[in-house]
């Protein structure tokens, strides 16, 4: 049997997810956690063998979780089905070590498909994105750059940004600046919605 771990913050997804993946003969949902900072102690305890990871979560996120998961538990692989099949996020998620990324309109039959080819080692990636993220191609966007963008997010001053990221604020306006270059945008929010549309925050 593969032990699936579930993790998604809506408690109606996830309970479809884990009636679905329980009729197959292989297959045994051992947890189901809404929180992605619960994913790690979860799969240590039941010892699972794939988790599934929604990207958006509280208290981590999918991306995150899968790196964590690699860190932590090494014998848990990833899995990240969620509705946001963004390029960007796909790129990102396999340079954290998720063994897949699939989106939540997977057909059940390939969704069971995919955890077994995760849980044997091989890499399952939605056909569609994979292609899509070869036409967008990596983040222009640095570390730095993405990390005020996420701060100015909510519209703070650039006095607000700069205390938060511990910058001065000239530093801000220019990753602001280079920022909304690199996403040909002409404000921030434009640039912020940019890149939050390629998955590249």
């Known amino acids: 049997m593969i032990r699936l771990l579930l993790a998604d913050d809506q408690a109606l997804v996830r309970g479809a997810l884990a009636a679905l993946l329980d009729l197959e003969p292989d297959l045994e949902v051992v947890s189901e956690v809404g929180r992605g900072d619960e994913v790690v102690a979860a799969a240590r305890e039941t010892r699972a063998d794939v988790a599934l990871l929604d990207v958006e979560m509280p208290g981590l996120d999918g991306i995150a979780t899968a790196a964590a998961l690699a860190a932590d538990v090494p014998g848990c692989r990833s899995l990240i089905v969620t509705t946001f099949g963004r ?3 796909l790129r990102r998620a396999l340079d954290a070590g998720a063994g897949g990324f699939v989106v939540k ?3 059940s039959g390939q969704l069971a498909d995919a955890v077994r080819r995760v849980h044997s080692g091989l890499r399952v990636v939605d056909p569609d994105l994979a292609v899509a993220s070869l036409m967008v191609g990596d983040s222009p966007l640095t570390d730095q750059e993405a990390r005020v963008l996420v701060l100015a997010e ?3 001053t650039i006095a607000q940004v700069a205390g938060e990221a511990h910058l001065s604020e000239g530093t801000v306006r220019n990753y602001l600046s280079s920022a909304m270059g690199k996403t040909g945008a002409r ?6 919605r940019i890149a939050r549309e390629h998955g590249w925050l």
């Open 187 to 192: 404000t921030r929010a434009e640039a912020v």
């Open 105 to 107: 309109d997977t057909p």
């Open 154 to 156: 909510d519209g703070g």
């Open 87 to 89: 390029p960007g996020y």
